[in-house]
């Protein structure tokens, strides 16, 4: 099986090089690969996973192209397509999932968006809905409502949908909560502090420790992390096992109830560095399970 990454990191993250030794343990015979190497078998592996392709959303075209070149994919190609667009936040609030309030704003909607009374009422985000990171994505106050309109008409005018979303103060002081599973199962939590910079010039950054730390994210997390993903199966047509990796990054809401952030099913960071050394096998058996699913 082949591993998928991109060409200025061909073998991957540092936080990945356990796979290979995992896998190893259980059998299966795998390597990195570049995911737009033509001289690699894609097509005629027996699986091969997402992990690594952190170019793809400036190439995105070309990259689900790809995608839907490979037969054996994990996570598959449809779902790559569907969770590439953030607007799959929307879907998910109409299926029920509590999800932070997000307005899309197409780049035909700019007039409603100049005249909306709402956009200014408290700290917001605008951000592309094609994207990864904080890339592309501002935070603004009520006062910048011209800043927010300038940044909205420049991502307008590349012909890029937006999102703008209430901006949540809690990642300020306790981050965002990430869960991640392998197979649909949970694996390990870790916290995430805030990417984006204060819309405020002179507030300082939040203080949550150096980069990102492990954490046991307590019970009403992880059942919204699950509703999310048995949602999320429903909308595609798939169960909920079959996502072979997700991670869904959670935040705390006024009142305090979780809510949905973004749900990465394409080539998330997992963190392996900062979770139990079990962690990478966990991934190694749900790709043994992947494997004999396919095979059967």
Same mark, same amino acid.
């Given at each position: 099986?082949?591993?998928?990454?991109?060409?200025?990191?061909?073998?991957?993250?540092?936080?990945?090089?356990?796979?290979?030794?995992?896998?190893?343990?259980?059998g299966?015979?795998?390597?990195?690969?570049?995911?737009?190497?033509?001289?690699?078998?894609?097509?005629?592996?027996?699986?091969?996973?997402?992990?690594?392709?952190?170019?793809?959303?400036?190439?995105?075209?070309?990259?689900?192209?790809?995608c839907?070149?490979?037969?054996?994919?994990?996570?598959?190609?449809r779902?790559?397509r569907?969770?590439?667009?953030?607007?799959?936040l929307?879907?998910?609030a109409?299926?029920?999932v509590?999800?932070?309030?997000?307005?899309?704003?197409?780049?035909?909607?700019?007039?409603?968006?100049?005249?909306?009374?709402?956009?200014?009422e408290?700290?917001?985000?605008?951000?592309?809905? +094609?994207g990864?990171g904080?890339?592309?994505?501002?935070?603004?106050?009520?006062?910048?409502?011209?800043?927010?309109?300038?940044?909205?008409?420049s991502?307008?005018?590349?012909?890029?949908?937006?999102?703008?979303?209430?901006?949540?103060?809690?990642?300020?002081?306790?981050?965002?909560?990430?869960?991640?599973?392998?197979?649909? +199962?949970?694996?390990?939590?870790?916290?995430?502090?805030?990417?984006?910079?204060p819309?405020?010039?002179?507030?300082?950054?939040?203080?949550?420790?150096?980069?990102?730390?492990?954490?046991?994210?307590?019970?009403?997390?992880?059942?919204v992390?699950?509703?999310?993903?048995?949602?999320?199966?429903?909308?595609?047509?798939?169960?909920?096992?079959?996502?072979?990796?997700?991670?869904v990054?959670?935040?705390?809401?006024?009142?305090?109830d979780?809510?949905?952030?973004?749900?990465?099913?394409?080539?998330?960071?997992?963190?392996?560095?900062?979770?139990?050394?079990?962690?990478?096998?966990?991934?190694?058996?749900?790709?043994?399970?992947?494997?004999?699913?396919?095979a059967?």
């Amino acid at each position: 099986m082949l591993l998928a990454t991109y060409s200025d990191m061909p073998e991957s993250h540092e936080d990945e090089r356990s796979l290979l030794a995992a896998l190893d343990e259980l059998g299966i015979d795998s390597r990195w690969a570049v995911w737009d190497s033509p001289a690699e078998p894609f097509e005629t592996a027996d699986l091969v996973v997402l992990r690594s392709t952190w170019d793809y959303t400036s190439r995105m075209k070309e990259f689900v192209d790809w995608c839907e070149s490979v037969p054996a994919l994990a996570n598959p190609a449809r779902v790559v397509r569907w969770n590439s667009d953030k607007r799959y936040l929307a879907e998910l609030a109409e299926a029920g999932v509590s999800v932070t309030p997000t307005r899309v704003v197409e780049p035909g909607d700019q007039a409603r968006a100049d005249d909306d009374p709402e956009l200014p009422e408290r700290e917001f985000v605008v951000k592309p809905t +094609v994207g990864a990171g904080s890339r592309g994505a501002a935070r603004f106050l009520p006062e910048q409502r011209e800043r927010a309109l300038l940044h909205l008409r420049s991502l307008h005018d590349e012909g890029i949908p937006a999102l703008v979303q209430p901006y949540q103060p809690v990642v300020d002081r306790e981050g965002e909560t990430a869960l991640v599973f392998f197979g649909g +199962v949970y694996s390990h939590g870790f916290v995430k502090g805030p990417l984006l910079d204060p819309a405020d010039d002179a507030a300082g950054s939040a203080d949550l420790g150096k980069g990102p730390f492990a954490t046991d994210p307590a019970p009403e997390l992880r059942r919204v992390a699950e509703d999310v993903l048995d949602a999320t199966g429903q909308l595609l047509g798939v169960a909920r096992y079959e996502f072979l990796y997700a991670r869904v990054d959670l935040v705390r809401g006024d009142d305090g109830d979780p809510m949905l952030l973004e749900l990465e099913l394409i080539e998330p960071r997992l963190n392996f560095l900062l979770a139990d050394r079990a962690a990478p096998l966990r991934f190694a058996s749900a790709v043994r399970a992947e494997l004999a699913r396919r095979a059967s």
